[in-house]
């Protein structure tokens, strides 16, 4: 499984993660969870982390931003633009960790909400490592190491 | 701490930077002296030497003396972990996802919250 998805990541031109979940309430409950603030704080957190600080702008090229505080107090800040607002059926938003030593990589999230009976299916999409600019500067310097890891890893 | 949520910045954060990320493909094919890596960019060795420092904290290369010369080489259980981003991610959502149910689920148990009454229950 895993080896599969090392795989995926280091052939495809985009790697991506797609999980799929299904949940007992409606489209609506769920995107609403996914773009209110106080909803989104309530599960947003890793395990122990709050959520001092989350704001979303409920529309399409709106700002997002939010603050993961770990259980020792160091924060982790994600920001981005909202690039596709269409309740309650998807949602896209730019993905950005602003550790300073990460600055500038821009991941893409993508979560569709689709009716399924009573409840939901959701696909929550998160793809875009590296960015498009960087894939089209430096193909050669991430994908070649990639693509060159199992051959290293065999003569190594 | 989160072991996750570090590694995931760790990881990121190593391999966001071009330079860094063609760093290691030039390591790829053997290990290097610092001089040598050095060369294809335009940046100064103090800029590269701290390139270097993040992807050896990074647990990405290693970095050892030889004489007078400092010698770089790739770490395959970094780089492994590296290409393995991924993996990292379905962790951090997994958890993020369940956290979601427990949360929408916990409102219409304990107390009605905002959650209208439903006739009937979807599946699972």
């Known amino acids: ?156 | 701490m989160n072991p996750t949520t570090d590694r995931l910045s760790q990881t990121f954060g190593a391999l966001a930077d071009p330079v860094r990320r063609a760093i290691l493909g030039q390591l790829m094919h053997g290990p290097a002296m610092v001089g040598e890596l050095a060369e294809p960019f335009d940046i100064s060795l103090p800029a590269i030497s701290r390139h270097l420092k993040v992807l050896t904290e990074a647990g990405l290369i290693e970095r050892e003396q030889r004489g007078q010369q400092r010698v770089c080489s790739l770490r395959v259980e970094g780089l492994r972990s590296a290409a393995g981003w991924i993996e990292h991610l379905r962790t951090f959502w997994s958890d993020r996802l369940d956290a979601l149910e427990d949360h929408l689920n916990q409102e219409k148990g304990s107390h009605h919250g905002r959650a209208k009454p439903k006739g009937r229950r979807g599946r699972r």
Not at chain 1, 90 to 109: F, K, P, Y
Not at chain 1, 127 to 147: N, T, V, Y
Request: proline content about 6%; overall charge neutral.
């Open chain 1, 1 to 156: 499984m895993a080896a599969q998805s090392q795989k995926a990541a280091a052939g495809g031109a985009k790697p991506s993660l797609h999980l799929t979940r299904r949940f007992r309430q409606p489209p609506q409950r769920l995107f609403r969870a996914w773009t209110d603030e106080k909803d989104f704080a309530r599960w947003m957190g890793p395990n122990g982390f709050t959520v001092p600080s989350c704001a979303i702008e409920a529309r399409q090229g709106g700002a997002w931003r939010c603050t993961m505080r770990s259980p020792d107090g160091k924060d982790y800040r994600v920001h981005g633009i909202v690039r596709v607002f269409d309740p309650p059926s998807r949602l896209v938003l730019s993905w950005v960790w602003e550790q300073a030593e990460m600055e500038g990589l821009e991941t893409t999230l993508t979560v569709e909400f689709r009716p399924d009976g009573a409840g939901t299916e959701l696909h929550l999409i998160h793809e875009g490592f590296p960015s498009a600019a960087q894939r089209d500067d430096h193909i050669k310097g991430w994908s070649g190491c990639l693509d060159g890891l199992e051959e290293f890893e065999r003569a190594a």
